[in-house]
């Protein structure tokens, strides 16, 4: 009796065995024949539905302050982000773009009389932004995108309890608690997150171009507009963010590139060391150790994507395993 157990139970595991791996083996024919037919969709409506988190507290700030309907205080709000959306794409976007392509044109007479380990680093900084120059022929397609997903964000905003209601129409009625709980974790976890860290964006190329602009240094915009980017990443961002400036200060003038290193470095304490853990504090409260250890896992399965993903992901866990 007890081998026909054993056996029934190797079988039973064979069988559960050969489910997930021909289950594997469906998802994988249906990633490449459906879902990466629709994935600019799916990358929109994710990030629509992203946006509308994250700009919902503006909005219900807006609403409060002009005591006006949701529709009112959201129109207003897209208005002022539309504006300053054109603004930056007249403004400032050709000119980070013009600066990089001459600062690309420039390189080499710098580098005539520079140091090999200062040439080698400014090669290599100048050979990853090359490649971001390549991709401008389709920042057209990126802005179409972008105003597709700030319609579709508006919506979601404007409607969200009616889009809810009938999401829950939809859904058994014992899953609601569920539902309800999923959706309060995500906004004080995930969306919480891409807050900070594009603060920790907007904080820092804000910082170093006002610093590169006082002393004079040359492709402020371009270089700002990179350690904003870099700023972006969790963790490693602080560490990549002041490369770029002290780098391009070096081809002026090796002191002020001192003096603009140590005002940056002081000024990232402030803001990722003081600011930043409490902000993030409220949205994760997990031990850095943790934290750094998601990133390096993410960083290995899934890329630059994984890192930035990986802590929100976590963080979400945690908060449903603790509650």
């Given amino acids: 009796m007890d081998e026909i157990r054993k056996n029934y139970s190797l079988v039973k595991i064979l069988i559960i065995l050969l489910i997930i791996a021909v289950g594997s083996y469906v998802l994988s024919l249906a990633w490449v024949l459906i879902i990466s037919k629709f994935l600019d969709l799916f990358v929109i409506l994710l990030s629509a539905w992203l946006l509308s988190f994250i700009l919902l507290p ?10 006006s309907s949701k529709l009112i205080a959201t129109t207003i709000t897209y208005i002022l982000i539309s504006a300053l959306l054109v603004i930056v794409s007249i403004v400032y976007l050709p000119l980070v773009v013009s600066q990089f392509l001459n600062l690309t044109n420039l390189l080499p007479q710098y580098l005539e ?12 900084f100048s050979n990853q932004f090359g490649n971001s120059v390549i991709l401008i022929p389709s920042v057209a397609q990126f802005l179409f995108s972008a105003f597709i997903t700030l319609i579709l964000s508006f919506y979601f905003i404007v409607d969200r309890e009616k889009i809810n209601r ?22 004080d976890t995930f969306v919480s997150f891409l807050r900070v860290q594009l603060f920790f964006a907007v904080s820092t190329g804000i910082l170093t171009w006002i610093v590169l602009r006082i002393f004079g240094v040359d492709f402020a915009a371009s270089v700002a507009f990179a350690s904003g980017v870099f700023a972006f990443i969790p963790l490693v961002g602080p560490v990549f963010a002041i490369i770029p400036p002290i780098l391009v200060a070096l081809l002026k003038d090796p002191v002020i590139a001192l003096i603009i290193g140590g005002i940056l470095l002081a000024a990232q304490q402030v803001i990722f ?28 399965f899934a890329g630059n994507l994984g890192a930035v993903f990986a802590i929100p992901v976590l963080g979400i866990s945690a908060v449903m395993i603790r509650r």
């Fill in 58 to 67: 503006v909005v219900l700030r807006v609403q409060k302050i002009l005591k």
């Fill in 113 to 124: 009389t520079a140091p090999p380990v200062l040439t080698s680093a400014v090669e290599s």
């Fill in 166 to 187: 009938e999401l829950f129409n939809l859904i058994p009625r014992r899953w609601h608690n569920v539902l309800h709980f999923t959706e309060n974790v995500i906004n």
């Fill in 273 to 300: 060391n003081v600011i930043g853990p409490r902000l993030l504090g409220q949205a994760f409260k997990l031990h850095p150790a943790v934290i750094l250890i998601s990133f390096l896992i993410g960083l290995q």
